[in-house]
C-alpha cells in the first residue's frame, strides 16, 4: 500500500498569512494526488486535483504543486474561511490512500 | 447541480448486517464510478470500496475485504453500501463520492454507529 506523509499535522496562523502544507507519497504517484479541505460537520470538499489543478469555484489563492512522491498545497493571504483541516490523497493505486490531515488553526 | 444523499445509517449490534444507500441526482450516475470514504469520530479519512460505473471493477480496503459490498442500481441512481459482520471499529461517517478521476462530489454522510 502507498502510504502517505503529511505535515504538519497542525499549523497555527493568522489571517493574511501563507500557509503550506507537504505531503510525501512512499512510492511515486506521477501526479495522482489531491488536496481536501474539511470544516468541523461537513463533508469534505475538493480544492487541487492532478496534483496542480484548481477546481472549479476553488480561489486562486490556493495552489499545489509536485510530482512523484513530494507535493505541496499552499495557501496565500490566508481567509478567515480556511480555517480547517486538509487531507492529501493518491488516487494512483488501490487502496486509495490518504494523509493523516492538517489542521490548519487561527493563531 | 450534482446531490447525493445518503441514508441507512444508524446504531447496530457487533456482528450485525446494515445497508447503505446513496441517492444520486443532477448528473448522469451511469457514467460515473464511485466510492465509499468513511471517517471514524474525530479520525482522518478512510477509503472503504469503490465500483466503476458498470460495476465491472470493485475494489475494497482490507479492513473490509469479505464483509462490505457495494453496488449499484443505474436506474435508480442509486449505490449501495451491504455491510456484514459489523465490528466496534466499523463506527463512523460514510460518505458516498462521485469519482471524477478524483473525488469531486461528496455526500453529507450517515453515521453508522456499531455497538452492543
Known amino acids: 500500500d502507498i502510504q502517505m506523509t503529511q505535515s504538519p499535522s497542525s499549523v497555527s496562523a493568522s489571517v493574511g498569512d501563507r500557509v503550506t502544507i507537504t505531503c510525501r507519497a512512499s512510492?511515486?504517484?506521477?501526479?495522482?494526488l489531491a488536496w481536501y479541505q474539511q470544516k468541523p460537520g461537513k463533508a469534505p470538499k475538493l480544492v487541487i486535483y492532478?496534483?496542480?489543478t484548481l477546481q472549479s469555484g476553488v480561489p486562486s489563492r490556493f495552489s499545489g504543486s509536485g510530482f512523484g512522491t513530494d507535493f505541496t498545497l499552499t495557501i496565500t493571504s490566508l481567509q478567515p474561511e480556511d480555517f480547517a483541516t486538509y487531507f492529501c490523497?493518491?488516487?494512483?493505486?488501490?487502496?486509495?490512500?490518504f494523509g493523516g490531515g492538517t489542521k490548519v488553526e487561527i493563531k | 447541480q450534482v446531490q447525493l444523499v445518503e441514508s441507512g445509517g444508524g446504531v447496530v449490534q457487533p456482528g450485525r448486517s446494515l445497508r447503505l444507500s446513496c441517492a444520486a441526482s443532477?448528473?448522469?450516475?451511469?457514467?460515473?464510478?464511485m466510492k465509499w470514504v468513511r471517517q471514524a469520530p474525530g479520525r482522518g479519512l478512510e477509503w472503504v470500496a469503490y465500483?466503476?460505473?458498470?460495476?465491472?471493477?470493485?475494489y475494497y480496503a482490507d479492513s473490509v475485504k469479505g464483509r462490505f459490498t457495494i453496488s449499484r442500481d443505474n436506474s435508480k441512481n442509486t449505490l449501495y453500501l451491504q455491510m456484514n459482520s459489523l465490528r466496534a471499529e466499523d463506527t463512523a461517517v460514510y460518505y458516498c463520492?462521485?469519482?471524477?478521476?478524483?473525488?469531486?462530489?461528496w455526500g453529507q454522510g450517515t453515521l453508522v454507529t456499531v455497538s452492543s
Open positions: 463520492v462521485r469519482v471524477n478521476t478524483f473525488a469531486d462530489y
Open positions: 443532477g448528473f448522469h450516475f451511469s457514467g460515473y464510478a
Open positions: 465500483t466503476s460505473y458498470d460495476e465491472t471493477n470493485k
Open positions: 512510492q511515486p504517484i506521477n501526479s495522482w
Open positions: 492532478a496534483a496542480s
Open positions: 490523497q493518491q488516487a494512483n493505486h488501490f487502496p486509495l490512500t
